[in-house]
């Protein structure tokens, strides 16, 4: 089944939710689970703004929460799709989005546009996906 969810996601979140899913990339550096504490800092928000829009983040499934000995976030696939059009659209690779072209077990592949108006595709790779097993087992990284 193809989905267009991911693209959805993306035309919701604002300014201060790419802020967070910035923060918790570049936390995952160095935790699996980025501390809340550490998101907070790193945004310059309070712990109740920053708890309120990973909340939000996490009903819409771009991020994942872990309690444990600290309540801990992480970026799920889509998180990575919604920062990775976020770049493409701020630095004028891309002007709009599309329809998928095809999903498939290593790859979905979407229909854009350029700012020239050329049609161009955007191809997000999915290692490990859950109907491609193997990769797990198989590949290094």
Do not use: Q
Not at 65 to 91: N, P, Q
Not at 94 to 103: M, S, Y
């Amino acid at each position: 089944m193809i989905t267009m969810l991911p693209i959805r996601v993306f035309k919701t979140l604002k300014y201060r939710d790419f802020k967070i899913l910035r923060a918790i990339e570049i936390g995952m550096n160095t935790f699996e689970f980025v501390p809340i504490d550490y998101i907070s800092r790193k945004v310059k928000f309070n712990i109740e703004v920053t708890s309120m829009i990973l909340n939000k983040l996490c009903k819409l499934g771009v991020v994942r929460r872990r309690f444990g000995a600290y309540e801990g976030y992480s970026l799920t696939t889509w998180g990575y799709d919604c920062l990775a059009l976020k770049y493409l659209v701020d630095s004028g690779y891309i002007e709009a989005i599309g329809k998928p072209l095809g999903v498939g077990k290593e790859a979905d592949v979407y229909d854009a546009l350029t700012p020239a108006n050329e049609r161009v595709a955007i191809k997000f790779h999915r290692l490990g996906r859950l109907s491609f097993k193997k990769t797990r087992r198989v590949r290094s990284y």
